[in-house]
């Protein structure tokens, strides 16, 4: 057999052009497999839209937390005052069992029947006698008191001991929840921070649009509404007049019609879009009109005024502004008062959205509401129909 002959190696050349290909190749299976499509207008939107949700109810938490922390301080410290006063009342009892034991031992030194047979003047003694009889008396009171307000003191001080304990759990939960809403803005700022001037102006504007589109269907709704009742009123109407009619026949007199009046000279156009806040007096009236006060001002996550306010703080607020107490979060308030169905609201209810309740409003009548939206945004008037409505409540 021949001997093999060794392939010959390969050319300098030919290397060159093999670890360019091999590093090209590289470099494509690489940007291959790390390229990530830009996000589109749309889901940056809805990224931050999902994210101002989730703060919102992260908010709502946190609320509910500073209201339950308020509580528990107020009862520790109640709790508190109880025990230094029980603390003093238990000091003065001692100090008492201190001056009667002493008494008694001036006066036990000797025995009873001895001392009578060695007194002078038995009549004495035995007026002394009684009056020790007295002082193991109070001797006997005293500590039965002494040992009922330890008791007590024990019992206070166990119960302001739960109490605070209750009040750091609540002061880490709401910590949590503080950290959880600014990581949240904080990501829904970084993911608008991204965006160009222009394509921010785009997004306000499709949020525009979209509120415009929500509001003119809920207005259509509102008018549909508005014309059903109008003829079922209209037919009821007419049902009346030829009963009227058939019953004046039979009595032989000529049926009566009322000539149409013409309306009032002063008679106020109706609004198109808001409408306006209803004159002084009464309930609903100093409601609504304290939230068209607050048009404009900045929304504040956990604040209830003067200056701004988160959803919950405004309705509270204005609530307050009628001499009416709310509950803190908006969950809470829904808990109040009446449930009103959507055909019978009226200007001062509060109007509620999202499954969990975490969105609060003042209905201000013809489907609009006055809320405070969400950080980055100014109270406003906003059409029910641009959020997913869960109902109403008269409180």
């Given at each position: 057999?021949?001997?093999?002959?060794?392939?010959s190696?390969?050319?300098?050349?030919?290397?060159?052009?093999?670890?360019t290909?091999v590093a090209g190749s590289?470099?494509?299976?690489?940007?291959t497999?790390?390229?990530e499509?830009?996000?589109?207008?749309a889901s940056?939107?809805?990224q931050?839209?999902?994210l101002n949700?989730?703060?919102?109810q992260?908010i709502?938490r946190f609320?509910g937390?500073?209201?339950?922390?308020?509580?528990?301080?107020?009862?520790a410290?109640?709790?508190?005052?109880k025990?230094?006063?029980g603390?003093d009342?238990l000091?003065?009892?001692?100090?008492?069992?201190?001056?009667?034991g002493?008494e008694?031992?001036?006066?036990?030194?000797i025995?009873p029947?001895?001392q009578?047979m060695l007194?002078?003047?038995?009549?004495s003694?035995?007026?002394?006698?009684s009056?020790?009889?007295?002082?193991?008396?109070?001797w006997?009171s005293?500590?039965k008191?002494a040992q009922?307000?330890?008791r007590?003191?024990?019992?206070e001080r166990?119960?302001?001991t739960?109490?605070?304990?209750?009040?750091d759990?609540?002061?880490?939960s709401?910590n949590?929840q503080k950290?959880e809403?600014?990581?949240?803005?904080?990501?829904?700022?970084?993911?608008l921070?991204?965006?160009?001037?222009?394509?921010r102006a785009?997004?306000?504007?499709?949020?525009a649009?979209d509120k415009?589109?929500?509001?003119?269907?809920?207005?259509?709704?509102?008018e549909?509404?508005?014309a059903a009742e109008?003829?079922?009123?209209?037919?009821?109407?007419?049902?009346?007049a030829?009963?009227?009619?058939?019953e004046?026949?039979?009595?032989?007199?000529?049926?009566?019609?009322?000539?149409?009046?013409?309306p009032?000279a002063?008679t106020?156009?109706p609004?198109?879009?808001t409408?306006?806040?209803?004159?002084?007096?009464?309930r609903a009236a100093a409601?609504?009109?304290?939230?068209?006060?607050?048009?404009?001002?900045p929304?504040?996550?956990?604040?209830?005024?003067?200056?701004?306010?988160?959803?919950?703080?405004l309705?509270g607020?204005a609530?307050?502004?009628?001499d009416?107490?709310?509950?803190r979060t908006?969950?809470?308030?829904?808990?109040?008062?009446?449930?009103?169905?959507r055909g019978?609201?009226?200007p001062?209810?509060?109007?509620?959205f999202?499954p969990?309740?975490?969105?609060?409003g003042?209905y201000?009548?013809d489907?609009?509401?006055i809320?405070?939206?969400?950080t980055?945004?100014?109270i406003?008037?906003?059409?029910?129909?641009?959020?997913p409505?869960?109902?109403?409540v008269?409180?």
């Amino acid at each position: 057999m021949g001997k093999r002959r060794k392939p010959s190696p390969p050319s300098r050349a030919r290397l060159a052009v093999l670890t360019t290909a091999v590093a090209g190749s590289a470099v494509l299976a690489s940007g291959t497999a790390h390229a990530e499509p830009a996000p589109t207008l749309a889901s940056v939107k809805e990224q931050v839209d999902r994210l101002n949700e989730e703060a919102e109810q992260a908010i709502e938490r946190f609320n509910g937390f500073q209201e339950k922390q308020q509580k528990l301080q107020g009862e520790a410290n109640r709790i508190q005052e109880k025990v230094a006063r029980g603390q003093d009342a238990l000091n003065e009892l001692r100090t008492q069992l201190g001056v009667v034991g002493a008494e008694q031992y001036r006066n036990n030194g000797i025995d009873p029947g001895v001392q009578l047979m060695l007194d002078s003047d038995p009549a004495s003694y035995l007026g002394r006698a009684s009056v020790q009889d007295q002082v193991a008396g109070s001797w006997t009171s005293l500590l039965k008191r002494a040992q009922d307000e330890q008791r007590k003191l024990d019992q206070e001080r166990a119960e302001a001991t739960a109490t605070l304990a209750d009040l750091d759990a609540v002061g880490a939960s709401l910590n949590a929840q503080k950290n959880e809403i600014q990581g949240k803005l904080a990501q829904s700022e970084a993911l608008l921070n991204k965006l160009s001037a222009e394509e921010r102006a785009r997004i306000n504007a499709q949020e525009a649009a979209d509120k415009a589109k929500a509001a003119a269907q809920q207005a259509a709704a509102v008018e549909r509404a508005k014309a059903a009742e109008k003829e079922a009123a209209e037919k009821e109407a007419a049902e009346k007049a030829r009963a009227a009619a058939k019953e004046t026949a039979g009595k032989g007199a000529a049926p009566q019609t009322a000539a149409p009046q013409p309306p009032a000279a002063n008679t106020p156009a109706p609004v198109a879009n808001t409408p306006a806040p209803p004159a002084a007096g009464g309930r609903a009236a100093a409601i609504v009109q304290f939230a068209y006060a607050q048009l404009g001002k900045p929304y504040g996550w956990s604040k209830t005024g003067p200056s701004s306010f988160d959803c919950s703080g405004l309705t509270g607020a204005a609530y307050r502004a009628a001499d009416v107490s709310l509950p803190r979060t908006s969950q809470e308030q829904w808990k109040v008062g009446t449930r009103i169905g959507r055909g019978d609201l009226q200007p001062g209810d509060l109007v509620f959205f999202y499954p969990d309740l975490h969105h609060v409003g003042v209905y201000i009548g013809d489907g609009k509401m006055i809320h405070a939206p969400r950080t980055g945004k100014n109270i406003e008037v906003l059409s029910i129909g641009v959020m997913p409505y869960m109902g109403a409540v008269r409180p």
